[in-house]
């Protein structure tokens, strides 16, 4: 079974991103990913955005997402949905310059209050941050780039072990069932893998 390429954090002009949500779509289509997670700014879409986004066709998986901005930590969380599996990612803890032991603490917090925190972004706009991958951060670490603008587009992504069904991505990527991919400067690959 061949490996998904995907993104699980990126954003549209529905929220703060520069393209609507169908020129988003294509170019990640154009980039051979074969999933995308759209997750705007929940302070910032209306009532009808989870009717307007794009649906999957047979080259693209486009996962229902929003950023959270939970208070009163003013921590931004990603929330994919699937059919029934829904996954939560604490998301650009480098942005906040957390030590790990904050990060910990601000999953636990937000763990406590009824949002399971699955994954840990280990990247900020597509920048990789080794601080945030290490062991004593018991979770799966992903590797998005964040898309707001045009060059965030494929700046780091996930490959996932997975067979192309939303619930099976969103299981797998729990599982650590995934490798991590960044672009260098010199145009080769850096990858992490996660998991077993």
């Known amino acids: 079974m061949p490996l998904l390429k995907g993104n699980l ?3 549209t ?30 302070d910032r879409i209306d009532d009808e955005y989870w009717f307007k986004l794009p649906t999957s066709d047979d080259r693209m998986l486009v996962l229902p997402g929003v950023e959270i901005d939970y208070r009163p930590l003013g921590q931004h969380v990603g929330k994919v ?8 990612v604490l998301n650009h803890p480098a942005r906040y310059s957390l030590t790990v032991e904050q990060t910990l603490r601000r999953i636990r917090a937000i763990t406590r209050d009824g949002m399971p925190i699955h994954a840990v972004e280990v990247t900020d706009t597509g920048a990789y941050q080794a601080e945030y991958d290490v062991d004593t951060i018991p979770l799966p670490k992903v590797a998005t780039d964040d898309a ?3 060059e965030d587009f494929g700046r780091a992504w996930i490959e996932v072990d ?9 299981r797998a990527i729990k599982a650590g069932q ?11 690959l850096f990858g992490r893998v996660w998991g077993p």
């Open 13 to 42: 002009t529905f929220s703060d991103g520069r393209l609507p949500a169908e020129q988003v779509v294509a170019r990640y289509r154009e980039l051979g990913y074969d999933f995308l997670a759209l997750t705007d700014h929940d």
């Open 178 to 188: 995934f490798t991590m991919k960044f672009p260098t400067d010199r145009g080769s």
């Open 81 to 88: 949905t699937g059919d029934r599996e829904t996954l939560f």
């Open 148 to 150: 707001h603008r045009d």
């Open 9 to 11: 954090h990126t954003h």
């Open 162 to 170: 997975a067979v192309r069904n939303a619930d099976a991505i969103l």
